[in-house]
């Protein structure tokens, strides 16, 4: 069950406390299913309790007895009285909690009133705050708009849970004397204060703070279980763990996590060594350590072992054949990242679920929120907690910059992050054109972050001509900095594929060379976890940043949700990413392509992740890009296909058990074209460029004439909001551009 602040409670009738008795029979019956459901909870009432419960109501004894029973289990009781105002006071129940973990009370109400309210408890020790809505500079209503932070999170030791599932309600039912059940989490140990105000809806708070009491609790220390974790080499590892009682509460309780853990997140992320604390009962655990690694479930116990045995087991390990995997935009602070008490996390934490995920490679991106704290982590290097198998590096995106409007960047091997002459953020360009040019002349790798921003279109065809509005903050002004030779790729994986690849199909259908990266632009675009969108490139020695941001450039990637591989793609025994990705042919001919692919699905379709089909639009559902969407029918079987020039060609279907499989097309090239593999929306190879009689890549004129007419759109779009000092000068770069593709246009069949 989520960790939101709801009641789980329950009702029933009992002997009034002033004028009616309740007939025998409701109360018998809501009293058996009071029992039943403190046991299904996992939360039962004292054995000897219990017992002498069910010999009174056997023995149709006065209810008033039962009532005595149950007093030591009521925390609060509240009083409604005929004007509907609401005041508590504290019960018999002895006030202890478990630290990290869930304690059961009973609330006793006397509604005088007969109210059919909800009734409501808060407390500022639960309560969770958080304060939006700051506008970040060149951002708009779009994408990453705000900020959000966690007040005072180190005093929020409490968590407040309810049930509302069938047979229980939300309101009182107007009865007297009713029970409900409230349960209390502690994050920590030792004596803990917190203050409990009651409401059944607005102006019913009693005069003189009497709906509010405090309470002292004592907060028995949980055991702490040692982890061994293990990887499939039986070296210790670092694991992604979801851990939840027989209820469903996730430990630790979310709303009280600290850096390293995240409170956005189930998982926490621990290594061998390591320990947990928790209470005495009986969990479940999901584990796992990336999408190469299998997700696996157990059942445990806490009781005299204090040791948790974890095996983890990978279905691929693509770095044994030199593939390393990763995440090129990741962030430590901003959006789903607290600020308080620093602007997001350290480098520690993000090193933490870097291993955690099995990335190869991180890049934690500075950008406008947190600017000033974060960016004294970049060091133009690794970072100190890097190891030989992961990497973390600091690099910038210009997102909250004066320029978000025509684009997100990221920018990659940098070895100096500000801008020349600027004191500010506000000192920035207002367009991308010249950031990427200062870039450049560092030796950056540059590319445009979460593409499909303002690129939306309807149709799934691909490539299609419908044109888009250039109203977002993905690769907008891309179609003009790709004719500068600025940008050396465009980022997919956290937005839909068709927004993504449509217009990255057409440049590359007009001769441009830039290639595409995945990314996760963690925790903005999402919060799951970093690594839901990899690039993995082919490196020649072991594991350094600086080929593996080289081989971006190159195109020695491909990019994957992790679920399916396209290993050492060839055509015509040319590698990806070496000899400049080119075939050349003296004439038109047949050329052979081959790749080692790999796919993993589960036997049991996920029914909550629908497939692709021609009747509905899903490209636009989260997730974008995951395997499951690419399974044929409810086989264990994908298509792998071959694209040239945008157009699939061929295809074949494998098996996605996990086994490395040999695949092999031929194809003719007629004229000079690009081809890729893909596994949609799963995989996507970077392209091989195959010339014919050394000629440009003029694949498509429809694809030149709509990037011409988006260089109109784009403008009508950006201009507005670059500065009048830079106007003309980027007015000039959107006519060269333009220049550019009537040029393809003429050069086109």
Not at 80 to 92: D, F, I, W, Y
Not at 120 to 126: L, P
Not at 172 to 178: A, N, R
Not at 693 to 713: F, G, H
């Amino acid at each position: 069950m989520k960790n939101t602040a709801f009641l789980i409670f329950l009702f029933f009738s009992v002997v009034p406390a002033f004028s009616q008795k309740v007939e025998y029979q409701p109360f018998v019956f809501q009293t058996q299913n009071l029992v039943e459901t403190l046991d299904f909870l996992g939360t039962p009432l004292i054995e000897n309790d219990k017992v002498k419960i069910a010999e009174l109501i056997e023995n149709q004894s006065e209810v008033e007895e039962i009532q005595q029973i149950l007093e030591k289990y009521i925390l609060f009781e509240v009083q409604v009285n005929p004007e509907s105002r609401v005041k508590v006071k504290t019960g018999a129940a002895k006030t202890e909690l478990l630290q990290n973990g869930w304690k059961t009370f009973l609330i006793k109400v006397e509604n005088q009133a007969g109210i059919t309210a909800k009734l409501v408890v808060e407390s500022e020790q639960a309560k969770r705050v958080y304060d939006g809505g700051e506008k970040i500079y060149g951002m708009g209503g779009a994408g990453k708009g705000s900020k959000i932070s966690k007040k005072n999170i180190s005093d929020r030791w409490l968590d407040i849970d309810f049930y509302t599932q069938n047979p229980m309600k939300e309101t009182l039912s107007g009865l007297e004397i009713e029970y409900f059940i409230i349960q209390l989490y502690s994050r920590d140990a030792g004596k803990r204060a917190a203050k409990f105000t009651f409401n059944c809806g607005q102006a019913t708070q009693d005069i003189g703070f009497r709906n509010e009491t405090d309470v002292l609790f004592r907060c028995l220390p949980a055991s702490k279980i040692q982890l061994e974790i293990l990887d499939e080499n039986q070296k210790p590892a670092t694991a992604s763990l979801i851990i939840k009682d027989l209820q469903g509460h996730i430990y630790p309780s979310q709303m009280k996590r600290l850096a390293p853990d995240f409170f956005f997140q189930p998982q926490i992320y621990r290594s061998k060594g390591e320990t947990i604390d928790l209470p005495a009962g009986k969990y479940s655990l999901e584990f796992g350590r990336g999408p190469e690694y299998l997700t696996k479930k157990m059942a445990f116990e806490i009781g005299k072992n204090r040791t948790l045995q974890i095996q983890l087991e990978r279905w691929i390990d693509p770095s044994k054949f030199g593939w390393f995997s990763g995440d090129h935009h990741i962030h430590a602070a901003g959006c789903s990242h607290y600020t308080s008490p620093t602007q997001g996390v350290n480098p520690e934490d993000m090193m933490r679920h870097i291993v955690g995920e099995g990335l190869n490679v991180g890049s934690v991106l500075t950008w406008g929120p947190g600017y000033a704290h974060q960016k004294q982590f970049f060091e133009g290097k690794n970072n100190k907690f890097s190891t030989a198998e992961n990497l973390l590096r600091y690099d910038l995106e210009i997102s909250g910059f004066p320029s978000g409007h025509a684009g997100h960047l990221v920018l990659l091997r940098l070895k100096d992050q500000t801008y020349p002459n600027t004191a500010g953020l506000e000192d920035w360009p207002t367009y991308t054109i010249p950031i990427l040019k200062w870039a450049k002349s560092q030796g950056a790798i540059t590319g445009f972050a979460h593409s499909g921003l303002g690129l939306e279109v309807k149709n799934d065809a691909l490539p299609n001509f419908e044109m888009p509005n250039f109203d977002g903050i993905g690769a907008n002004e891309f179609i003009v900095a790709v004719t500068q030779n600025l940008v050396d790729f465009i980022s997919t994986m956290d937005t839909p594929p068709t927004w993504e690849l449509n217009i990255w199909y057409h440049v590359l259908n007009c001769g441009f060379r830039t290639r595409i990266s995945g990314e996760t632009d963690f925790p903005c675009m999402s919060d799951d976890k970093v690594g839901h969108g990899r690039s993995y490139v082919k490196l020649e020695k072991q594991l350094n940043f600086e080929e593996w941001a080289e081989g971006l450039k190159l195109g020695k990637t491909y990019v994957s949700d992790g679920k399916s591989h396209l290993l050492d793609f060839e055509v015509n025994e040319i590698a990806v990413g070496t000899q400049n990705s080119e075939v050349n042919l003296d004439s038109a001919a047949t050329v052979k392509v081959s790749a080692k692919v790999a796919a993993f699905l589960n036997e049991t379709v996920d029914v909550h992740i629908k497939p692709l089909n021609i009747f509905e639009n899903v490209w636009t559902q989260k997730p974008f890009w995951n395997i499951e969407r690419g399974r044929i029918s409810n086989t264990r079987t994908v298509p792998v296909e071959l694209v040239v020039n945008g157009e699939v060609v061929a295809n074949k279907v494998i098996q996605a058990d996990g086994s490395i499989q040999d695949v092999f097309f031929e194809t003719k090239i007629e004229k000079s074209s690009w081809v890729a593999l893909r596994i949609l929306p799963s995989s996507h190879s970077n392209p091989v460029f195959v010339l014919v009689k050394n000629q440009p890549i003029r694949a498509n004129k429809k694809s030149a004439e709509w990037c011409l007419k988006a260089v109109d759109v784009c403008w009508k779009q950006k201009q507005g909001l670059i500065s009048d000092a830079e106007k003309m000068e980027a007015q000039k770069f959107y006519e060269d551009a333009k220049r550019v593709y009537q040029k393809i246009i003429d050069e086109s069949k």
